[in-house]
């Protein structure tokens, strides 16, 4: 197919055009959809993750430490993380995959229907019967992780994620098309608020990690936190 423009307008279709000047108003529709469907899914996730993520960091000084100096040893403090040193900071890959574990941002995934009868688990399951997968409660259980309820991003040795019981991006056929580039967006984000700032708990008392209600899974109360310009800063910004 040619390259063709797609115009999005609050009013809604004006068509999809192509170069030779011939439109098409289903396959624009179709274009809307599926940009509205990569921006709800793609953004509210990534801001979720990154937020549980800071919260976690707070709650443990000396894991931020660690994530720390992971970065001013392979970036330094002269510039800003690139999306290339992601590959070589393991613990920050092993603190957010510990963060997709403990709180995804879709704990049910997206609901399935069989097409025919089947049998999950030993039970059995009539056709078109809505089925949800638990991804939160697989991620905290005891037969799968030792100390579960517990962040200990060491558990994910070369921030690699080892067998099929962490799905914080679902499974199989449908699983999340953007989870490459959510892992690298959150890495960015997070490491670059690791390597720029020191970051603390606003009192003595640990941030409550109660989850809230939502489609994806947000904190039940948002994080507050203090946090201070590193020296990295007066070189990153603009003079
Ligand atoms: C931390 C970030 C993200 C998380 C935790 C996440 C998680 C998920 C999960 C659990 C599913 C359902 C998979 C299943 O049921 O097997 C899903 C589907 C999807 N995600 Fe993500 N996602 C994230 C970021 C993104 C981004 C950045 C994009 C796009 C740019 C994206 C696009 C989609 C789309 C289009 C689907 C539907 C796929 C389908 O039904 O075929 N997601 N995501």
């Not at 390259?3 to 000047?21: F, H, K, N, Q, T």
């Not at 290339?84 to 704990?107: G, H, Q, V, W």
């Not at 056709?127 to 259980?141: E, F, G, Q, S």
Request: hydrophobic residues 45%; negative net charge; glycine residues 8%.
């Amino acid at each position: 197919m040619d390259m063709a423009v797609v115009e999005i307008s609050l009013s809604g279709c004006r068509g999809l055009a192509y170069p030779d000047g011939t439109s098409d108003l289903y396959e624009h529709k179709r274009a809307v959809v599926i940009l509205i469907a990569i921006i709800l899914a793609g953004t509210d996730t990534s801001a979720v993750t990154m937020e549980w993520a800071m919260a976690l960091l707070v709650n443990h000084p000396q894991v931020l430490e660690k994530a720390r100096a992971e970065l001013d040893a392979y970036v330094g403090q002269d510039r800003l993380i690139d999306e290339s040193d992601l590959s070589k900071l393991n613990y920050l890959k092993a603190i957010i995959l510990e963060t997709f574990r403990l709180f995804p941002a879709a704990p049910l995934l997206v609901p399935r229907t069989p097409s025919s009868d089947c049998t999950i688990g030993g039970f059995d399951v009539p056709c078109d019967t809505i089925l949800l997968v638990n991804a939160w409660a697989i991620h905290r259980d005891p037969k799968v992780w030792d100390d579960p309820t517990n962040f200990n991003p060491d558990r994910f040795k070369n921030g690699e994620a080892i067998g099929h019981m962490l799905m914080p991006f679902g499974m199989g056929r449908r699983v999340c098309l953007g989870s490459s580039l959510a892992q690298r967006v959150v890495g960015l984000g997070i490491g670059s608020l690791i390597q720029c700032f020191e970051w603390e708990r606003v009192s003595e008392e640990a941030v409550d990690l109660s989850e809230g209600k939502g489609l994806t899974m947000p904190k039940l109360e948002p994080l507050e936190v203090t946090c201070k310009a590193r020296d990295i800063m007066k070189k990153i910004l603009p003079k």
